[in-house]
């Protein structure tokens, strides 16, 4: 089985019986455009990005998913989970500093801002500068 697989199966089960915002859309469905949008990249960048909710969404630890995906997937995992107190842009610096969790969060904030108020976009906006920068980019696409 491949690791796409299995992140696939362990994104299905840690969301079973969440919905988005709408109350309508199966959660799911997020992490796997996220995943999809990110087709380009390696595989590890799609794994990140089905698991990218897990650890915040779920029972699923770090270490249950180090054992299956190795300590590059955690770690970046480990980047792009918000932790408890912390403010948003504290949580983009963090993430910012993980070039792999940057990825999917850039990825992450383009797929949220499908359906996002014109707050969430000045605040996405100031995310994707800080990650974008951190990654090099010069441009917003």
């Known amino acids: 089985m491949s690791q796409y697989t299995l992140a696939l199966g362990l994104a299905f089960?840690?969301?079973?019986?969440?919905?988005?915002?709408?109350?309508?859309?199966?959660?799911?469905?997020?992490?796997i455009?996220?995943?999809?949008?990110?087709?380009?990249?390696?595989?590890?960048?799609?794994?990140?990005?089905?698991?990218?909710?897990?650890?915040?969404?779920?029972?699923?630890?770090?270490?249950?998913?180090?054992?299956?995906?190795g300590k590059d997937v955690?770690?970046?995992?480990?980047?792009?989970?918000q932790r408890d107190?912390?403010?948003?842009?504290?949580?983009?610096?963090?993430?910012?500093?993980?070039p792999d969790a940057a990825i999917v969060k850039i990825a992450d904030i383009a797929h949220n801002s499908l359906t996002s108020t014109p707050s969430m976009l000045k605040r996405y906006a100031k995310a994707l500068d800080i990650l974008k920068g951190k990654l090099g980019c010069t441009d917003r696409e």
């Open 13 to 31: 089960n840690a969301h079973r019986g969440q919905f988005r915002n709408d109350g309508k859309t199966r959660y799911v469905k997020h992490p």
């Open 33 to 69: 455009a996220v995943s999809e949008s990110l087709s380009d990249h390696p595989e590890h960048i799609q794994v990140i990005a089905l698991l990218h909710d897990v650890v915040e969404d779920s029972d699923m630890t770090l270490d249950f998913l180090e054992l299956y995906f």
């Open 74 to 81: 955690r770690d970046a995992i480990d980047a792009i989970s």
């Open 85 to 98: 107190g912390e403010t948003y842009f504290d949580y983009i610096h963090r993430v910012a500093l993980n």
